[in-house]
């Protein structure tokens, strides 16, 4: 049975909007916090969540943002619910991983339509809405059929250095940023040097996947490796450019001084030319 998570502060609308769906044979779980819907999430992952927008402590951006960065839930559909309907609140939306909106008070055949297509499309495809690049299962796909090949194949894992601690130094938006310009330095790096049969995705949190022939590894690493430094120093504010590198405090309460970001590079192949 399909199962659908209503996140929602508003007890009213989360048993109105669980009759709507049960009549319609859905399974539905209920939280009412963000910290709530991260725990359901994470313990019975659902096929579908209806986020509320405006919710106490972590906000709907932030659960989204959460899934987006998580391999294993990036691929979940998230339809927005708020009393909103400023265009910016539907941009920050989109931008941290929903995938579409409705506003409250809303017309309970409409919220199905909305809530069949986004099912019927999650079928359909396997894309991080974050990076615009295939997501995780996508990866995992790509990755089993080049390894099970008899063809010459090398898999490059692409991580970026001392980004987690970037986003709680500069923010998650930032992080975000960051996310999306290596995405697409890596797909211009295997455009540029790859074979026409390359492939490279996002696996989630800071790791991106690269599967190509083995002559073509060191020339996308080097592209690649020369596109980050063009850009890298824009993710830093000009003391932490000049300093050449960012200070960090740590759970424990240290102190730390971390180099800049970095892209850094693994490679497994099966010994072809």
């Known amino acids: 049975m399909t199962k659908i998570l209503v996140v929602d502060d508003e007890p009213f609308i989360t048993d109105m909007v669980e009759a709507t769906l049960v009549a319609e044979g859905y399974e539905v779980n209920k939280a009412y916090s963000g910290e709530d819907a991260l725990t359901s999430i994470q313990t019975d992952p659902p096929d579908l969540v209806l986020l509320d927008l405006m919710l106490p402590g972590m906000s709907g951006y932030d659960v989204s943002r959460f899934m987006q960065r998580e391999a294993q839930y990036s691929h979940i559909p998230i339809i927005m619910v708020t009393a909103r309907s400023a265009t910016h609140d539907r941009s920050s939306g989109y931008e941290t991983g929903a995938d579409d909106y409705i506003t409250k008070p809303f017309n309970p055949d409409e919220l199905l339509i909305r809530v069949r297509a986004q099912?019927?499309?999650?079928?359909?495809?396997?894309?991080?809405?974050?990076?615009?690049?295939?997501?995780?299962?996508?990866?995992?796909?790509?990755?089993?059929?080049?390894?099970?090949?008899?063809?010459?194949?090398?898999?490059?894992?692409?991580?970026?250095?001392?980004?987690?601690?970037?986003?709680?130094?500069?923010?998650?938006?930032?992080?975000?940023?960051?996310?999306?310009?290596?995405?697409?330095?890596?797909?211009?790096?295997?455009?540029?040097?790859?074979?026409?049969?390359?492939?490279?995705?996002?696996?989630?949190?800071?790791?991106?996947?690269?599967?190509?022939?083995?002559?073509?590894?060191?020339?996308?690493?080097?592209?690649?490796?020369?596109?980050?430094?063009?850009?890298?120093?824009?993710?830093?504010?000009?003391?932490?450019?000049?300093?050449?590198?960012?200070?960090?405090?740590?759970?424990?309460?240290?102190?730390?001084?971390?180099?800049?970001?970095?892209?850094?590079?693994?490679?497994?192949?099966?010994?072809?030319?």
């Open 119 to 273: 099912l019927h499309h999650a079928n359909q495809t396997d894309f991080s809405k974050l990076t615009g690049l295939p997501g995780s299962r996508a990866v995992q796909m790509a990755i089993q059929k080049h390894t099970k090949s008899n063809k010459p194949w090398s898999i490059i894992y692409a991580d970026i250095e001392n980004f987690t601690s970037y986003n709680e130094v500069y923010s998650f938006q930032k992080g975000d940023q960051v996310l999306r310009k290596i995405a697409g330095i890596l797909k211009q790096a295997v455009d540029d040097k790859g074979n026409k049969d390359a492939f490279v995705g996002y696996a989630g949190r800071d790791d991106f996947v690269i599967i190509t022939t083995p002559n073509h590894t060191d020339a996308i690493i080097k592209r690649a490796e020369k596109l980050f430094k063009e850009i890298a120093d824009d993710f830093f504010n000009s003391a932490d450019r000049k300093n050449g590198y960012f200070s960090y405090v740590n759970h424990a309460g240290l102190s730390l001084k971390l180099p800049l970001m970095s892209l850094s590079f693994d490679i497994v192949d099966n010994g072809g030319d």
